[in-house]
């Protein structure tokens, strides 16, 4: 499917220059003078290298067309995450590096998507947000201002995350998987 070079957005995976590519940052450049352009910074999904590309809107960039099938997290082992479809049991292992940090947001039953390219696996898509426990945090200083202050805390799973003051060890709270940040306590 093709876009214009202005429509490329973070997370989607475009061919390029002969290769499937991941975009991880894009920005709107209008200069003083030429045309506006998207500055964009890529990941190639075979060799592993980054490239800054711009991209006129005026251009049409191929956007990879991706099929997507949910999973469930089952169990993980050393190097390899097992996950089963929901509706025929069928089991699946992929690759630990896959998944990179999101390994150690998953749960057991949590339910993924998992975007193939061609019948490989490409990525593992989290639920946007999640239940974590704290497993331990700083105690509040007295005289902070709860308005701006947020405090260092270990999530049982071993991530490190801010939360407000008022949190405290054992509290339930909801993490967004996207950018690792608190969202709300859960009572």
Known sequence: MK???NEIKPGMIIEFNNDHWTVLKSQ???PGKGGAFNQVELKSLTKGTKLNQRFRSSENIE???LEEKKFNFLYSSDEECFFMEPKTFEQISLKSDILGDKL???SEN???TISYLEEKPLSVELPNNIECVIDNTEGVVRGQTAASSYKPAKLINGVDVMVPPFIEEGDKIILDTRTLEY????N
Do not use: D, P, S, T
Request: aromatic content about 0%; cysteine-free; proline content about 0%.
């Open 3 to 5: 876009i214009q070079g």
């Open 28 to 30: 709107h450049v209008k």
């Open 63 to 65: 956007r990879a067309q």
């Open 104 to 106: 150690k947001l998953l």
């Open 110 to 112: 949590i339910e993924v």
């Open 183 to 186: 969202v709300k306590k859960v």
